[in-house]
């Protein structure tokens, strides 16, 4: 397994068991603590240790090595894992929202106080998932992984619409009780946007749109530097997984032999996986310098 996947799924891990306490102190601080936006909070959060355990197993299935009936490897299996991690998003503001609405036509008691302690210990916590979550997703380059940071960033978001909402029904008392649940209704809205960010890039993944410019001028900077390559053509990149598939086509010299060509072709591919450790394979393709 490559260490990529290894970094990917000691994440995942972190993010299962960190939902899982916090999706448990947020259902008995609302239950107890009378906030239902807290209580909408902890489902949201139930949903995301489900989320969670489908990227692992994504994860899981995308580090299989390429085999015969798979000559690209699995990495595919990553952003169509993305695309379920979505539809729990959308799921969960979904519910979040349906809750809202039903609880701001039941009247109910003002929030106790200490659950505002709570939900700011929450909010840091998420944001510290999100960060560390997000900052391994950036470095594996996985689409899932990063699915699943924005995943805490949004609970985040819906505790901090309940912070505020809590705050306002404590702080203006009677006739503002159910003002968590407006929050809540609000942080709804913000996690379908957010759905929206991760689901682009997945779908572009999945339809191999050309999104690499970084590592396209990388590696026709690694074939000029070869000795022997004339001019680059077509630089074509797919992303599978956390790994990468060039297609590039190179000139040389029209008098130099076959194998000339060829010897050329190889070093270049040699030093493009040494220099990108990502880059999976390249399919490199020779044409004489006067067809150009």
Known sequence: MQPAFREAIKASYLSIIGNALLAIAKAITGIFGNSYALIADAIESTTDVFSSLLVLLGLRYAAKPADENHPYGHGKAEPLITFMVVGFLIVSATVIAYESIENIQTPHEVPEPYTLIVLAVIIILKEVFYRFVSKKGDETESSALKADAWHHRSDAIT???????????????????????????????????NAYLILRP??????????????EAEIREIAHANPGVVETEKCFVRKTGMTYHIDLHIA???????KAGHDIAHRVKDDILERIPQVADVLIHVEPDDEL
């Open 159 to 193: 505790s901090l619409m309940a912070f505020i909402g809590i705050s306002i029904a404590l702080i203006m008392g009677k006739g503002y009780e159910n003002a968590d649940d407006w929050a809540a209704l609000l942080a709804s809205g913000f996690i379908l946007f």
């Open 202 to 215: 997945a779908l572009g993944e999945v339809m191999d749109e050309h999104r690499y410019e970084g590592i």
């Open 252 to 258: 040389v010299d029209a008098e130099i032999s076959v």
